[in-house]
Nanobody, 115 residues
Framework: QVQFVESGGDLVQPGGSLRLSCAAS????????MSWYRQAPGKERDLVAS????????TYVSSVKGRFTISRDNSKATVYLQMNSLKPEDTAVYYC????????WGQGTQVTVSS
């Protein structure tokens, strides 16, 4: 059974940094591309970044390019999102899933950017 467990969210000041982690299980992680999504209050869940199965190619939504970095460790079945220069508009619950997401979602991790 597929499972995603997100962690690393916190309250951080504008300009700060966070590193999110997503531990995956229940499928051959190293064979699957992965993505990070976020859902701000009152808004739909949006794709933020994706990474291919081997980690060689990454893509980002324009609003986070140059600030966020997606990476993965296939030996740990974990995907990461390094977030730098955080802005209040990055405030959201962050989730991981496949680039074509399942109906199943983990619990997410809350990121709040505020002074």
């Amino acid at each position: 059974q597929v499972q995603f467990v997100e962690s690393g969210g916190d309250l951080v000041q504008p300009g700060g940094s966070l590193r999110l982690s997503c531990a995956a299980s229940g499928f051959p992680f190293s064979l699957y591309a992965m993505s990070w999504y976020r859902q701000a209050p009152g808004k739909e869940r949006d794709l933020v970044a994706s990474i291919t199965s081997g980690g060689g190619t990454t893509t980002y939504v324009s609003s986070v390019k140059g600030r966020f970095t997606i990476s993965r460790d296939n030996s740990k079945a974990t995907v990461y999102l390094q977030m730098n220069s955080l802005k209040p508009e990055d405030t959201a619950v962050y989730y991981c899933n496949y680039p074509t997401p399942l109906n199943y979602w983990g619990q997410g991790t809350q990121v709040t950017v505020s002074s």
